[in-house]
């Protein structure tokens, strides 16, 4: 019976029954070493099973912080013996497929962990990923994790209800003393609970010393009691035969619970055999126990720390070279070999590296990190180690592990790098780490590095530079100068052939100079079937760039499909913001606000803040397209804040559109038409040169209004010869729009709506709504009724409300009555329109789970909720309602 924890086990009961009625929840049972985690973990296990919940467990082992998955592993694979073999390790894929394996099972469980302060890091973020989204699932999972500076961030990042432990309160330590110690002298007694202090690990511990012992094995220390008790283990342990010692040291360093693999390591070790019988005293003294599968668990995770701490570093070495030698998989065998290194040691880096190198090409991304970490920590020359942090940051960063990325970059020695690695780690911290930005400053220094990595003949670390700085490039304003030397330096590398970085860079760098020809390049590319995730995503952001953002989605819809899969989650968020960007500039708010709250969420959970700050840019867009002022504008002012803060000037051209549209929607045209016009003004901060083509509609729909056409056409006599050049299919459509609006007449309102606007609904829309309301102050109403009929529906359908409104008013001037329909979908939240449209599309409730990273009975529940929000009644009414719709 466990003392003096009624009201923990009290909380414990109520999660489980919870999750008996499919509310699922997490809980952390947390406090200092020995203060009863592991039996009340072991108490959670027996209320499970009293409830006919199914029950698995695992426990963090220290050995195995090293080896990703270790611990969900030894977990998971009580269900499925191939658990963990899904295509792309990353944490949130796997976390998907645990997700998915939970909702086959046919009754509720408890997921129980001990010690998960000692989980391997991408465990822990597969528990954390599942945690967070168990409210529909019949599931409880409970972890014990022991205080500490790296429990308090794990915790606080993952943001999990804690169940904390004090020590217990006098007369209950007195009542287990009594039960473990029975017939200790009163003074005696009183000197075990004054120095364990409320612990029960130290009452039980120490009160058995004193009662072996007497009093002078508990003369005054200032050690902490965890040390004291560790040392009383140690003190079990040293009375043992010589034998059980080595096997003991073996079982608490390997990585495994093999008993097997423990007594042919120990063997080894010994230099003669050691067999299972040597395990017995032991087990007899109730150190470890041995189940019917021959796994080996100890009785205290003190006890594994006390092993280690007595045991020599050569010890410990030793012990990992036998170990190496008798484990049969060859991750783990250099695993061990790693551990047991006494110092650098560059053949064994080597083949860490490869291992990584192996890894990340079959997307095993938390593996390859690992190892190319430890491969660093093992390289005799500075220069190979700076180069392997470099690259194990940029996995890092491909998976969105920001906490990682930071403490890698801030291990790095910058004086020892190549001048090419130099290059990367100067834009590492500032892309990355999104502080420290320098705008244009840098940006020559950072293309004369790129040129020297081309002249000692590295093509493929100069191509990767010359990517990983092109998106700079765009938003730093840089001068002509520059910008043309970067030109320069790209198309003098030989890439392979069939390699579209250069293509790439330049789109984004030299969108106008080489704009016709990368347009044309990435175009050709949609056709190939060869291109991998990483090629979709760049040749997406370079159409974007170049302003042909229905080609961008191409890319981007086959990239973000695939890096779902793979839970690539660092690029996912990326290509979202790419795609709500595109969206934003085109007009679409509803598939702005999706793709900008997903990857918002993401970046939150991630802890990315650059991609946060960009989604919100975009989510703030959409907000003013829908007519939602208020958001808006916080948007606007926090963000700009924050570029304010960070030096980020030139993007603070995207607050201004936000303010602009926002201002344009209220039918505030002269202050619309102010804000828009810093974009243009090269003397102004805000000022950018490509953003400026996306507003030019914009700029020339609050100019018709406030009388600012002069102006006008002052921008278009400017960007007319840039279109010409650049061939730019935003900056063309936008400037059709502007000069009918200047024209003012039929011939070229006719002629602008004629053009292909199959790309530009929102555009298109513009255009009828404003040659409508022309023809209808013409006297002409019948001719512009169809025109404000068709602007109004796309409007509608874009969810770009105001607009949506004027032409509906136009309408009604003209005679005819045209209500606002009522569109169920805004009663949605946005991850509810993500499920409404994924089910819509045919996809099945584990395939949606997948897309999303979320359980399956989740996703079931949400449809629940969704069916009666829109009024309809099953998967097939929810289609045909969505059918036509522009997602």
Known sequence: MIVGRAAQIQALTAVLDEATQHRGSALVVRGEAGIGKSALWGEACALAEVRGMRVLTTVGVQAEVQLPYAGVGHLFRQLRPEFGTVEGESPFRVGVEVLDLLGGLDKPVLLAVEDAHWLDRASWEVMAFVARRLESDPVVLVLTARDGEDVDRLLTAAALPELRLEPLEADHAGTLLDQVAPGLSPALRERVLAVSAGNPLGVVELGGLAARSGGGALLPSRLPLSTRVERTFAGLVGELPAATRALLLVAALDDGDDLDEVLAAASTLEDRPVTADDMEPAAVSRLVSVDEQYRLRFRHPLLRSALR??????????????????????????????????????????????????????????????????????????????????????????????????????????????????????????????????????????????????????????????????????????????????????????????????????????????????????????????????????????????????????????????????????????????????????????????????CTALATETGAPVWALQARLQLGMAEALRGNGETAAEIADVSEKTMFTAGMHAMLSLTQRIRGINALASRRFEEAFGHLHRVFDPGDVAYHPYLRFTLIGHLAEAAAHCGALDEVRAVVAELTPIAERSRSPVLITGLGYAEAVLADDAATYEAAIAADLRDWPFERARLQLTYGGWLRRQRQAAESRPLLRAAAAAFDALGAAPWAERARAELRATGESRRKPIDALDALTPQEQQIARLAADGLSNREIAERLFLSPRTVTTHLYRIYPKVGVKSRSELAAMMAGRPF
């Open 309 to 598: 701490q007595s045991a020599s570093a050569a010890q410990r070495r030793r012990a990992h070279a036998c170990l190496a030698a008798v484990v049969a998989d060859d991750d783990r065998r250099v695993w061990h070999r790693a551990a047991a290194a006494a110092g650098p040691d560059e053949a064994l880096a080597t083949d860490l590296a490869a291992m990584a190198t192996r890894a990340r090409y079959v997307q095993a991304a938390s593996t390859a990190l690992t190892a190319m970490e430890r491969a660093a920590q093992l390289s005799e020359d500075p220069r190979e180690r700076g180069s392997r942090l470099l690259w194990a940051t940029m996995t890092a960063d491909e998976q969105g592990d920001g906490e990682t990325v930071r403490r890698l970059l801030d291990l790095v020695d910058e004086t020892r790098l190549r001048p090419a690695d130099l290059a990367r780690y100067s834009w590492y911290r500032e892309a990355l780490l999104g502080n420290g930005w320098t705008g244009s400053a840098r940006l020559g220094v950072y293309l004369e590095l790129i040129d020297s990595i081309r002249h000692v003949g590295d093509i493929e670390l100069a191509l990767e530079a010359l990517t990983n700085i092109c998106l700079r490039f765009y938003w730093s304003n840089p001068d002509d100068r520059t910008r043309l030397r970067f030109v320069e330096v790209a198309e003098q590398i030989d890439a392979p052939e069939g390699d579209i970085r250069v293509l790439c860079a330049l789109a984004q760098v030299a969108p106008v100079e080489r704009g016709a020809s990368c347009l044309e390049g990435v175009t050709a590319s949609q056709y190939r079937l060869d291109l991998t995730p990483r090629q979709h995503h760049d040749l997406g952001f370079a159409a974007s760039a170049l302003g042909a953002y229905a080609l961008s989605n191409t890319f981007l819809k086959a990239t973000t499909d695939t890096l779902r899969t793979q839970g690539r989650i660092g690029m996912l968020m990326q290509s979202l913001t790419s795609v709500a960007y595109n969206a934003a500039a085109a007009g679409d708010a509803r598939a702005a606000v999706s793709a900008a709250t997903e």
